[in-house]
């Protein structure tokens, strides 16, 4: 994920979705996590599913905005 990209570079003229807003998204479903994990929380294997469809629908919009050139492997 390019989350070191300025706004600049990640606001492009052809826009198939807020590429910004998603990266902040992620970010801060990561970042939850981060914290839960360090007070111990477990995560479920549904948490798990859930934060990686998320991830892959996100890098998918950011590979049609042409921000994302690497695929990430289906399932």
């Known amino acids: 994920m390019p989350f070191e990209l300025?706004?600049?570079a990640l606001c492009s003229v052809s826009c198939n979705g807020c590429s910004l807003k998603l990266l902040e998204h992620i970010d801060i479903e990561m970042s939850d996590w981060?914290?839960?994990l360090s007070a111990?929380?477990?995560p479920t294997f549904g948490d798990l599913k859930r934060l990686a469809s998320t991830a892959r629908?996100?890098?998918a919009v950011l590979e049609r905005n042409g921000i994302?050139?690497?695929p990430i492997p289906s399932q």
Do not use: L, M, Q
């Open 34 to 36: 981060e914290r839960r």
């Open 40 to 42: 111990g929380d477990v």
């Open 57 to 59: 629908k996100i890098h």
């Open 68 to 70: 994302a050139t690497n």
């Open 6 to 8: 300025g706004e600049e």
